[in-house]
């Protein structure tokens, strides 16, 4: 077994492909999963029904694996009248919109921990003193909670956003060939899983390490101030 380098640069093309794929689904999840956790994380800080049904939503998210909520949702829906025989056939019979469906309400579901995680380490004072200079609830929350939170979440939002990357290859199980699904595309022609695997294998490390980077600066310049005394 050899690593092949004339069929890693032939096959470098569909890999590429694959990993446009992987962006196209992963992106719209990460938009849509922030925002979903927010209303998410803001309800488990308050006490009443509303943070329980928000405790709900994230254990159990959090709780079922992306690739059984793909396959419920890709496979599963459809077998309903309501999906089947109406409009939303339509959107369903999409496996781009059942992969942003599926990923974004894993995503969510971790992304309400580390939102609520970052709101709740605000300090209290903080927000007095806001509301003593008249400060409004969204004023507070768009131009102090929120900024505030997301300098105390960006290591865990990291982390689950490099996981995440890596659960996007669950989405060649619902038809998408994303970068894991055409490493194994070019394995089935080639009968060679050793070269494509660690070609996509180099692509995932240079999309995980170019990100790392990216945080690295955000968070040095975001947390600059901790390094003065």
């Not at 446009?20 to 800080?45: K, N």
């Not at 369903?92 to 995503?107: D, E, I, K, M």
């Not at 619902?174 to 490493?183: G, N, S």
């Amino acid at each position: 077994m050899h690593y092949d380098v004339a069929l890693a640069w032939e096959s470098l093309p569909t890999l590429l492909a694959g990993t446009v794929t992987t962006f196209v689904v992963l992106l719209p999840v990460l938009v849509l999963g922030l925002l979903i956790s927010i209303p998410v994380a803001l309800a488990r800080l308050e006490r009443g029904p509303g943070s329980l049904l928000a405790a709900a939503y994230i254990v159990f998210f959090r709780g079922v694996p992306s690739i059984v909520l793909l396959y419920l949702i890709y496979s599963g829906l459809p077998q309903f009248s309501l999906i089947r025989d109406t409009a939303l056939w339509t959107l369903f019979s999409n496996a781009y919109f059942c992969a942003w469906v599926g990923l974004t309400l894993t995503h969510s579901g971790y992304m309400g921990e580390i939102v609520r995680g970052g709101l709740a380490a605000v300090p209290p004072r903080t927000i007095e003193a806001a509301q003593a200079l008249g400060l409004g609830r969204m004023q507070i929350l768009f131009k102090l909670r929120l900024p505030m939170a997301a300098r105390y979440a960006l290591r865990a939002y990291q982390n689950e956003l490099l996981i995440m990357v890596k659960s996007t290859s669950a989405v060649s199980a619902i038809t998408l060939v994303d970068l894991t699904a055409a490493a194994n595309t070019v394995f089935d022609y080639t009968y060679d899983p050793f070269t494509p695997l660690v070609t996509a294998a180099g692509i995932y490390w240079v999309i995980i390490n170019a990100m790392r980077y990216a945080f690295n600066i955000a968070d040095s310049r975001l947390n600059r101030h901790l390094a003065v005394k």
